[in-house]
């Protein structure tokens, strides 16, 4: 079948008329309703992270199914579905229920090679890869009975659901199923993007005592103490290590850092106490620092999370569920853009006036 779908090859992405060819026994074919924009696809765009070209974009997918695979059981035509991140389902951590961690992650979700894809896009002749077991900034796009989340609730607006499937589930994922912080202990979140705003939520739903929220841009401390932080500190204006020392009387039990710039990683290790723990959730490039006298006398834990560590079926309806009652109001941090505005979506989220863009599909 035909579809418009956003192609990116050589640094450029443009709306393109491409081809889907038939689907597998485990594949569903889903009409795109509404994509969020993640920084991930941009990092693919440039190729900062190395897949097949060209490829389709898109990994944050929501919409309805068209069509199902001959072995498909869990789905049928006119499911609302979110689509996630990939996994095989066979190694071993798969099977120890951790997807987000599958050995085979890398090739499921961005392709080592053009031969190896499973993908079902073309171009003519010329096959196109896919992101994320997906590529859903298109029309139509194919997913699996794996990384396709069925949601029963058909009243919520779908169109908003699509960044429930990577960047919100990471940063309320990496609170929920990763630190799992008590109620009595602390945590600092860096950087007030979706990421770090939906961690702030997540401790918010821990019932955590302290949550402080760390970032440049006023704006984003604001919307992060409205979403539930109790402290907030402008990293620009005053030493954040010292405030989040101060604020804890000795350091946060837990630290998250999304703000994905390399030396804010060493901030957020300074801010935790003994035996504290550290996330990485965003942040590439490189960092010096010395090993033992940063980690080792204070017992500290740095660890990096993929995706919140979470298991998408699982995890999605149950941000749903918060949502319903208010608790994870999400809804604040999108903003709905129409199918031929990526580019504009884009700028928006570079420049940092859109914290999560959604691109609609009809
Ligand atoms: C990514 C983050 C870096 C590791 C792979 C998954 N998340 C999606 O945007
Ligand atoms: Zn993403």
Do not use: W
């Amino acid at each position: 079948m035909n579809i418009q779908a956003y192609v990116a090859e050589n640094e450029v992405v443009s709306l393109k008329e491409v081809q889907l060819r038939e689907i597998e026994a485990d594949e569903i074919i889903v009409k795109v309703v509404g994509t969020g924009l993640c920084h991930t696809d941009l990092n693919v765009l440039h190729s900062l992270t190395p897949t097949p070209m060209p490829i389709v974009l898109g990994h944050e997918g929501a919409g309805i199914v068209a069509k199902v695979g001959s072995g498909v059981t869990e789905f049928v035509e006119g499911d609302h579905v979110v689509i996630s991140f990939n996994y095989c389902g066979k190694c071993n951590n798969c099977l120890h229920g951790v997807p987000s961690a599958c050995e085979n992650f890398f090739q499921e979700n961005f392709g080592t090679s053009m031969e190896l894809s499973n993908s079902k896009i073309a171009d003519g002749e010329r096959k196109v890869s896919n992101l994320f077991g997906q590529s859903s900034l298109a029309t139509y796009c194919v997913a699996n009975v794996r990384n396709a989340v069925k949601i029963e609730d058909k009243e919520i607006d779908l169109s908003l659901l699509g960044p429930l499937a990577c960047g919100l589930q990471t940063g309320a994922g990496t609170i929920l199923n990763k630190l799992k912080p008590g109620v009595n202990e602390s945590v600092v979140i860096f950087g007030c993007g979706s990421v770090g705003l939906s961690a702030v939520m997540g401790a918010k739903l821990a019932n955590c005592q302290t949550i402080i929220a760390v970032d440049v841009h006023e704006e984003r401390l604001n919307l992060a103490k409205e979403l539930g932080a109790t402290h907030v500190v402008n990293g620009r204006e005053v030493d954040a290590v010292q405030a989040v020392q101060e604020i804890t009387s000795g350091g946060a039990h837990y630290a998250i850092e999304s703000s994905g710039v390399a030396p804010v990683v060493l901030q957020a290790i300074r801010s935790v106490r003994a035996l504290g723990t550290i996330a990485v959730v965003g942040a590439s490039g490189n960092l010096e620092f010395h090993i033992h006298d940063e980690l080792i006398p204070m017992n500290k834990t740095l660890v990096g999370v993929v995706e919140g560590q979470s298991i998408p079926k699982l995890f999605i309806p149950e941000l749903i569920a918060y949502y319903k009652e208010g608790k994870f109001p999400f809804d604040r941090l999108v903003k709905k853009y129409e199918m031929t505005q990526l580019d504009q979506a884009i700028h928006d989220m570079e420049s940092g006036k859109t914290i999560k863009p959604i691109i609609l599909f009809s």
